[in-house]
């Protein structure tokens, strides 16, 4: 059985900072890539960034391009999305995703496993 488990999501402030983690069990993790995609209240869930199986290759949405870092440890099954300089814009539910790929995939519609989400609340 496949899981993929968010944490890390709080209330900040704008200018601060979050790192999320997504801890994955019951897959091949070093032949996924991994992805994280965000979706705010009444809006359609949108790519944030993803990176390759091994690391070496990444992409980010120009809205967080600058802030937002994606990064993976294959040792730990674990990927992260360092956030930096949030703003209340980047309020969402954040959500990890996994697929079997060989590049980077940034269409959610192209994942084929999810996690539950975690909150990330940014006042102004």
């Known amino acids: 059985q496949v899981q993929l488990v968010e944490s890390g999501g709080g209330l900040v402030q704008a200018g601060d900072s979050l790192r999320l983690s997504c801890a994955v069990s019951?897959?091949?993790?070093?032949?996924?890539?991994m992805g994280w995609f965000r979706q705010a209240p009444g809006k359609e869930r949108e790519f944030v960034a993803a990176?390759?199986?091994?690391?070496?290759?990444?992409r980010n949405a120009e809205s967080v391009k600058g802030r937002f870092t994606i990064s993976r440890d294959n040792a730990k099954n674990t990927v992260y999305l360092q956030m930096n300089s949030l703003k209340p814009e980047d309020t969402a539910v954040y959500y990890c995703a996994a697929k079997y790929s060989t590049i980077v995939e940034v269409s959610p519609e192209r994942y084929d496993y999810w996690g539950q989400g975690t909150q990330v609340t940014v006042s102004s």
């Open positions: 990176i390759s199986r091994f690391g070496s290759n990444t």
């Open positions: 019951g897959l091949i993790f070093s032949s996924a890539c």
